[in-house]
Every structure is written in structure tokens, then in C-alpha cells.
């Protein structure tokens, strides 16, 4: 097994690496970085990577009936001990290049877009809605993939369309719709909120729709708490208000526009137990038992 730092790195996000596995493997590797408002912190959250490592395992095994991933294998001889736990080995894919969010409730871009146009994504909602409100229903609202640095764009549907095809375009959107569905019940069966979450797609050797990325974690999904949901104001992140909250507070010093502050100590401990606790709600499993041994 070639140790990591030997792989070619294939891609680095905010939090997360991808490295080449061979021909057709793709090792993420979740770190312990810390993002917010598109910045990353200096401080790491001890056990981060794990946790949405675990989680998107765990989802892309719950919600597999719905329609294939890409998840090979979270343990074994391909994962390197120094990332075990925190990388899954995953099937190399032709990505889309769209970004499909589904939003259950009105908040963050969808919200402003709503306020700005009664709209979202070309989809008109009732007029009236107060923010963090739960839609009439589920709505698909994709985006353009932007280059790093820039922001996605919202499209309208038949702009997807001419980006991925009609059929391509519909599978797509009726399984993030799907998945989302699937994933919004089990998150109220244990008293969360899934306010809106985006998909990655791509395409297999077959040209196979596929699931992709990473799946439900709470940095690709709002999950907020149902007891004292509020609309008319934006909602606490269930992960990520003590980072807010802390980093608002004029004891943060922090000025809107230079690099984030690092994180003082009882800021990363509640946010490390926030991301466990969320885990264990959502799961019902425990971090302690994950990565679990191979088959
Ligand atoms: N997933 C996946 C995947 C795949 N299975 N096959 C080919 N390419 C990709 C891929 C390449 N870039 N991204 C954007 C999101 N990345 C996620 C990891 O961390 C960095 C950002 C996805």
C-alpha cells in the first residue's frame, strides 16, 4: 500500500482532500478543519473528520436503495492507517456539473433569492413566507459548480436541463428529492430539522447515475433543532452555533474581513461534542465503534 503522501492529490477543498487510488479509486480524506462563512479556521475540531466520515458512511448505506453510490470501502489495506476513520476509498466518476441542493425550508441563499425575486430557481413559492419556513413541499434548486474562490450559481430547472440533458436532469432531481425525503424523516424521528442539503452526482464506466461527494453531513446539510423551531428568524445551526455565536461576539475581535481568529478551547470542546452528539441522534451509533473492521 503506498503510503499517502506519495498519492497525487487530485483535489483540496476546504475541509476535505481527494488523492488517487490507481485508475478508478478516490481516496477523501475528511480533516479536522473548521469552516465558516467561507473561511477556514486555524483550529482544528478534534474528531471532525471522523464524525462526517462516519456519517456520510452511514448514509450512503441507508439510503443505497434509493440509487448507487460510490462508497467502496471505509477500512481495509486502501485506506492508510494515518487517515483511517477519517477517509472512505470511493469509485472514480465523470462528475456532474451541477450541484443539486434540496431545500424543505426557506433559508440562507434560498431565502435571500426569495426575498429578492418570490422565487427560487425559477420555482415561484406563496407569497408571505417568513424566513426559516417550511416550504409547501420539498424544493430541487440546483446550482452551477463554481471555480474555487467563486460562488455557485442558482439555475432554473431548464437551465439544467441544457447543462445535463432532460432525462439526466430528471433522475437527478427526483433522486435528491428522494434522498432528501428519506433523509428529513429519519432527522425528525430523532428531533432534527433538515432544512436543505446538496448532492453531488456523477456517472459510472456504464453511464450510471451515481451518488458522489460526501452524504448528509452537517456540512452539506442545515439540520436545525425541531423544538424551538422559529420562522421569522434564522435558525441555530445544531454544529455550528458555538462557532457563530463565539465568533459575533465583539470578545472574538475578529473584524468581518481578516483571516478567522483561532478557537478558543471551550469553543472547540462544545463544538467536538456538538458533531458527536449529532452523530450518535442521527445514527443511533456510537464514534467510539467507528471505523467499524472490515467484512
Ligand atoms: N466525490 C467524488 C468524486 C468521485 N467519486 N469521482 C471523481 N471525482 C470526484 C470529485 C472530484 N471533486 N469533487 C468535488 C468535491 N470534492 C470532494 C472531496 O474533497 C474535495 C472536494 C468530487
Known amino acids: 500500500m503506498t503510503p499517502l503522501p506519495t498519492r497525487r492529490r487530485l483535489a483540496s477543498g476546504k475541509v476535505r482532500d481527494l488523492y488517487e487510488v490507481g485508475d478508478d479509486h478516490l481516496l477523501i480524506v475528511a ?10 479556521f486555524p483550529t ?9 466520515t462516519a456519517m456520510s458512511a452511514f448514509w450512503f448505506g441507508e439510503l443505497a436503495d434509493v440509487l448507487p453510490n460510490h462508497l467502496v470501502v471505509c477500512d481495509g489495506p486502501l485506506v492508510p492507517d494515518a487517515v483511517r476513520g477519517r477517509a472512505l476509498l470511493v469509485e472514480r466518476l465523470d462528475m456532474l456539473p451541477v450541484e443539486a441542493i434540496v431545500r424543505g425550508y426557506l433559508t440562507g441563499r434560498g431565502y435571500a433569492d426569495y426575498r429578492g425575486y418570490g422565487e427560487v430557481c425559477g420555482l415561484a413559492l406563496p407569497p408571505g413566507l417568513a424566513e426559516s419556513a417550511r416550504l409547501p413541499e ?6 452551477t459548480k463554481a471555480r474555487p474562490g467563486d460562488k455557485d450559481e442558482n439555475i432554473d430547472f431548464d437551465t439544467c436541463v441544457s447543462v445535463l440533458g432532460r432525462a439526466l436532469a430528471e433522475e437527478v432531481r427526483e433522486a435528491s428529492l428522494e434522498l432528501y425525503r428519506r433523509g428529513a424523516a429519519r432527522a425528525a424521528e430523532q428531533g432534527l430539522l433538515l432544512a436543505d442539503t446538496k448532492f453531488e452526482f456523477g456517472t459510472d464506466s456504464r453511464g450510471r447515475l451515481v451518488l458522489a461527494d460526501e452524504l448528509l453531513t452537517p456540512d452539506s446539510a442545515r439540520y436545525w433543532l425541531a423544538d424551538g423551531h422559529e420562522p421569522g428568524l434564522p435558525q441555530p445551526s445544531f454544529d455550528k452555533q458555538h462557532v ?32 458527536i452528539e449529532a452523530y450518535h441522534r442521527i445514527t443511533g451509533l456510537s464514534l467510539a ?7
Open 138 to 143: 420539498p424544493i430541487f434548486t440546483p446550482s
Open 44 to 52: 482544528p475540531v478534534p474528531d471532525k473528520g471522523r464524525v462526517l
Open 244 to 275: 457563530r455565536d463565539w465568533l459575533v461576539d465583539p470578545a472574538s475581535g475578529w473584524d468581518c474581513v481578516s483571516p478567522l481568529p483561532p478557537l478558543p478551547p471551550e469553543v472547540v470542546t462544545a463544538t467536538r461534542d456538538r458533531y
Open 289 to 295: 465503534d467507528w471505523p467499524r473492521d472490515p467484512a
Open 31 to 40: 480533516s479536522d478543519r473548521i469552516s465558516a462563512f467561507e473561511r477556514v
